[in-house]
Nanobody
Framework: QAQIVESGGGLVQPGGSLRLSCATSGFAWNYYTIGWFRQAPGKERQGVSCTTPSDGNTYYTNSVKGRFILSRDNAKNTVYLQMNNLKPEDSGTYYC?????????????????????WGQGTQVTVSS
C-alpha cells in the first residue's frame, strides 16, 4: 500500500524558518510528481512546490520563490521543503501528495488534479 507521512510543522514567528519532510513508500518515483500543497481556512488548496524526480524539474509558485527550497533524497524516498522568511499568509495545513506525471511539473502543481496519494497533513502557523 502506498503511504505518505508529513512532519515538521509547527508555530513560528514571522521571518522564521521551518523544514517539512515528506516520507513516501509503496510506489515507484519514476514518472511521478511529488508535490507540496497548502490550504488555509476559507481558501482553496494551493500548489506550493512540486517536483518530478525522473526529469529533475522543480516548480515553485510565485509567492514562495526565493524563500522556499524543495529538495529530495532518492535513497530515502523523502522530499523536503525548507521554508525561510515565513510570513503570516504562509499559514495553513501543508499536504504532500503524489501522482503520475502526465504533464509538466508546473501544470501538475497548479491544476486542480485529484492526486492519487495524500498524506494526513502538517500544520504550519506563522504568528507573532
Amino acid at each position: 500500500q502506498a503511504q505518505i507521512v508529513e512532519s515538521g510543522g509547527g508555530l513560528v514567528q514571522p521571518g522564521g524558518s521551518l523544514r517539512l519532510s515528506c516520507a513516501t513508500s509503496g510506489f515507484a518515483w519514476n514518472y511521478y510528481t511529488i508535490g507540496w500543497f497548502r490550504q488555509a481556512p476559507g481558501k482553496e488548496r494551493q500548489g506550493v512546490s512540486c517536483t518530478t524526480p525522473s526529469d529533475g524539474n522543480t516548480y515553485y509558485t510565485n509567492s514562495v520563490k526565493g524563500r522556499f527550497i524543495l529538495s529530495r533524497d532518492n535513497a530515502k524516498n523523502t522530499v523536503y521543503l525548507q521554508m525561510n522568511n515565513l510570513k503570516p499568509e504562509d499559514s495553513g495545513t501543508y499536504y504532500c501528495a503524489a501522482d503520475r506525471a502526465i504533464t509538466t511539473v508546473q501544470a501538475m502543481c497548479e491544476m486542480n488534479i485529484n492526486y492519487h496519494y495524500w498524506g494526513q497533513g502538517t500544520q504550519v502557523t506563522v504568528s507573532s
